[in-house]
């Protein structure tokens, strides 16, 4: 009974019948947090202070690390220094020196003047000698000299004092900066989901301190590169995840990287959930088909009735070209060849 069994079932046939057909695309990716990213610190330096724990949500610029980093410190002390040193206002004494030499010669230029007009009038009336007459001109040309060179003077100590103030006030700033990057802030506001560091260890620019994200998530997964050209934003997503099991939810495709991974030799994919999970976590693993064709109530058959993709069986034995369309992994559209009335039948190949 059980072979008479079998062999029946070998030749048992079935019709084409209406259904609904996906055409997709697979991929496999993982959950993450929106704008995840690694906390690097910007300078070395020994963790003096952690200010956060993983679970945390902080605002932006809240204060997750202090470093420790005395030579940085020294610097912006060193800075202040130069800066109130060089300060402009504090160095108005040196152009009030500058500014009597001017003064001073001015007030030569104007008495040597009014000797020169007396000597020259003396002169005109024959009295005096051509030698005081010079001597008195020569004076006057001195004074005149001195006074441009005292304002030349002042012009240049004044644009000396100008250059060194503003410069060792952007130099204090630099310093500042420096400084300040010794407290390694939040960019935004999210979560702290992961802290890398212990206080006391060395910090450097090579090794994330935490994982910071925004409570929203994202999906993120490859598709290979012969599928890409399939892929559009705005295409629906059908996902599965091991934490989930026999449930399934959907998300739409917000944005494709365009440089391809050459390693991975396929292309980084996100997308946003539109039917998410209660609770998410970032690096949750998942399964995506994404929707890139359906249709509805068409022609189909299951696709190990298939043979060589392009014919079927008949229920005489009769091998019949058909043409298909949309193909899943279990069902294939029939466009031509047979129809509902058709009866056919697994190959034995």
């Not at 932006?60 to 202090?66: D, H, I, S, Y």
């Not at 490859?222 to 050209?229: A, G, M």
């Not at 399939?230 to 091991?242: A, N």
């Not at 976590?281 to 929707?291: M, R, W």
Request: aromatic share 8%; proline share 2%.
């Amino acid at each position: 009974m059980f072979l008479a069994f079998g062999c029946n079932n070998s030749t048992e046939t079935i019709n084409p019948t209406k259904s609904n057909i996906t055409e997709s695309v697979y991929a496999a990716g993982i959950v993450k947090s929106n704008h995840q990213y690694e906390v690097f610190a910007e300078l070395n330096g020994k963790i003096e202070a952690i200010f956060v724990k993983e679970g945390d949500v902080v605002r932006q610029g809240a204060p997750l690390f202090k470093l420790e980093n005395n030579s940085t410190i020294l610097n912006t002390k060193n800075a202040w220094a130069t800066a109130f040193t060089n300060d402009y206002q504090r160095n108005n004494l040196k152009l009030l020196q500058a500014q009597n030499a001017i003064d001073l010669a001015q007030k030569n230029v104007k008495n040597d003047s009014i000797l020169l007009v007396r000597q020259q009038s003396l002169w005109k009336q024959n009295i005096g000698s051509k030698v005081e007459l010079e001597q008195q001109e020569l004076r006057y040309e001195n004074t005149r000299a001195n006074l441009k060179k005292a304002n030349v003077v002042y012009e240049d100590l004044n644009r000396q004092l100008k250059l060194a103030s503003e410069q060792s006030k952007n130099n204090l700033k630099i310093a500042q900066s420096t400084e300040s990057d010794l407290i390694i802030r939040s960019e935004f506001e999210g979560v702290v989901y992961k802290i890398n560091a212990k206080k006391g260890e060395f910090a450097s620019g090579t090794k994330p301190l935490a994982v910071l994200g925004k409570q929203d998530f994202v999906i993120e997964f490859n598709v290979d590169e012969l599928d890409i050209v399939k892929i559009k934003k705005g295409q629906k997503v059908i996902v599965r995840m091991d934490s989930y099991e026999d449930q399934v939810f959907e998300a739409t495709i917000s944005f494709i990287y365009p440089m391809m991974d050459e390693r991975k030799r396929a292309f980084r994919v996100e997308a946003f959930f539109t039917k998410a999970p209660k609770v998410l976590y970032p690096n949750l693993t998942l399964e995506a088909n994404i929707i890139i064709n359906e249709k509805k109530e068409v022609l189909t058959i299951p696709t190990n009735y298939l043979i060589g993709d392009t014919a079927v069986m008949l229920k005489n034995g009769t091998i019949r070209p058909i043409k298909t369309g949309l193909k899943d992994y279990n069902t294939v559209e029939v466009l031509d060849g047979i129809d509902e009335n058709t009866k056919i039948k697994l190959s034995k190949e």
